[in-house]
């Protein structure tokens, strides 16, 4: 995935004065996991709600 650049100066001028490396790779990092996120939900590669509840509760069944 790409960003622009825009969208990293974005992401910076929410960040604090002084901020630890880790923090910034960190926003970027779930910048880009949102977008993809977004972009699955967008194309219907998703799970109802009642799906996941229903095949997790198999899970926690004796």
Known sequence: MIITKQQVLEIVEDLPEEVDID??????????????????IRE?????HEEVVKETSKWFKK
């Open 23 to 40: 923090e910034v790779i960190y926003r970027l990092y779930l910048r880009q996991k949102l977008e993809v996120a977004e972009k699955d």
């Open 44 to 48: 219907g590669r998703t799970v109802p």
